[in-house]
């Protein structure tokens, strides 16, 4: 059943939990038709504390990984001032193509990449593999068209294990990787060009590249044996009961038709794509951008990658704070209704004066849409799973809307707008407020959808 932020604290309290706290506790499952002993409720409490201990665990590294491919993907505009295009020859719009061709990849496969880890249920190999694919193209790469290679497909695995009323904490720490990323990417990839620079006559550039795949390898390595599959295809490292009650957790949130599961990925794909649900989230997440304003504050790049470091921080505890409490109280539209309020008195701040103090201050504000993104992560993610492939495609469908956002957003930057770039500014609010209205709509035709079932 489709949720609103209000009614998923009451869908988490109709679970198999309901009953006496001392008697055994058997679930039937409708869709196997088995039944299942978990003992009394007060054990199912302690066995689920002790999965979801295990799987946070196992789960952290999603964090990083999710740190790697931002740096990766973003060494490319670090290496250009470093001699990467004189030492391969581009010219024209070469360098364009090779930055384009990142997100090109991911516009082409994200929902062929989801349906086929739908298909296989093996996350841990497929996920390792790629990263690890995704490092020696960073090593070796002439040309950067190769970056099609890259995926990231941590939201689809955490919406496979985490009910609703725990996906926004867990959203929230794999968004931090992005914001970490911001935060340290830019610092940790000068560092290295300076002090690579023509070391054993290799350009700085190339050095950069060699170190950060290198270290993307390592983790795609680790990830191999520490990174969980799906529910049903993991083994290990969880006890038959954990492993049944990880299986039983999900299907008692998604209501599942087992008819309509089993009919495969493109039954899902269909399922997707002819959801009005699901074109509507994608339009909300195209206009979910920030930009990149710190040269309109006026200072040198090394200040200038110093001081890009406390907003992202102060963005990441944010993120947890929010998603925690999200989580807590099960409502989603209100929180991400104060991040989006948030932003715009920041784009309004740096409208209305040149101040670099206060230009700067706006920045930690606009940095807060960062929050409303992983509750709205975390909202799709609950209300768009009516099947396994469905809810792939979807994720994939929302991701996309963000990639075409991240294509079109340098056009709202001319340079001929600054250097206040209050056009720029303008179109930021704008776009907030669309996300805004779009949510408020999501939300109301979720609670009509649900009122016509409880009729």
């Known amino acids: 059943m489709l949720k609103t932020s209000e009614e998923m604290n009451h869908a988490a309290s109709g679970s198999a939990l309901d009953g006496d706290e001392t008697t055994p506790l058997v679930v039937h499952d409708s869709a196997t038709g088995e039944h299942m002993l978990f003992g009394n409720v007060d054990e199912r409490k302690r066995l689920e504390q002790r999965l979801l201990k295990k799987l946070d665990t196992r789960m952290s590294i999603l964090v990083l990984i999710y740190i790697l491919n931002y740096i990766d993907r973003q060494n490319i505009a670090v290496a250009r001032l470093r001699g990467f295009e004189e030492d391969l020859k581009l010219e024209g719009s070469q360098f364009a193509s090779c930055m384009g061709s990142v997100y090109l990849g991911y516009l082409f496969f994200q929902i062929p990449s989801n349906l086929f880890l739908e298909y296989i249920g093996k996350p841990a190999t497929y996920l390792a593999t790629c990263m690890i694919l995704w490092g020696f193209i960073s090593m070796f790469t002439r040309f950067y068209e190769a970056i099609l290679a890259r995926f990231c497909l941590g939201f689809l695995l955490i919406s496979k294990w985490y009910k609703r009323d725990e996906l926004g904490q867990r959203t ?23 002090a690579m620079d023509n070391v054993y006559g290799i350009s700085a550039w190339r050095w950069l590249f060699f170190t950060e795949g290198f270290l993307t390898i390592l983790v795609g390595i680790w990830a191999l044996y520490v990174l969980p599959n799906f529910p049903q295809t993991s083994s290990g490292w969880l006890s038959p009961a954990e492993k049944a009650l990880a299986v039983l957790r999900i299907r008692e949130e998604s209501k599942t038709d087992y008819d309509e599961e089993i009919k495969g990925p493109l039954n899902g794909f269909w399922l997707a794509i002819s959801d009005w649900k699901v074109c509507h989230v994608f339009g909300v997440f195209f206009h979910f951008y920030f930009p990149t304003l710190m040269q309109t504050i006026g200072y ?3 200040i ?16 947890i704070i929010i998603s925690r409490h999200s989580d807590k109280t099960s409502e989603r539209f209100w929180h991400i209704s104060f991040s989006f309020g948030v932003a715009v008195i920041g784009y309004l701040m740096a409208i209305s004066t040149m101040n670099p103090l206060l230009r700067y201050i706006s920045l930690f504000l606009m940095t807060q849409t960062h929050a409303a993104f992983v509750c709205f992560m975390a909202w799709a993610s609950g209300s768009l799973s009516d099947t396994p492939s469905k809810r792939a495609t979807a994720l994939a469908l929302i991701n996309t809307g963000g990639i075409l956002a991240n294509i079109f957003v340098p056009y709202a930057w001319p340079s001929a707008w600054g250097p206040d770039y209050s056009k720029s500014f303008a179109i930021c609010i704008l776009a907030t407020f669309l996300s805004a209205t779009m949510c408020w709509v999501f939300r109301l035709h979720l609670k009509s959808l649900n009122n016509a079932r409880h009729r």
Do not use: K
């Open 172 to 194: 929230g720490y794999l968004a931090c990787g992005l914001l970490i990323a911001n935060a340290t990417g830019s610092l940790m990839a000068s560092g290295i060009l300076t």
């Open 300 to 302: 040198n790049p090394t």
């Open 304 to 319: 200038t990658l110093l001081i890009c470091v406390p907003p992202w921080l102060t963005a990441t505890v944010a993120v």
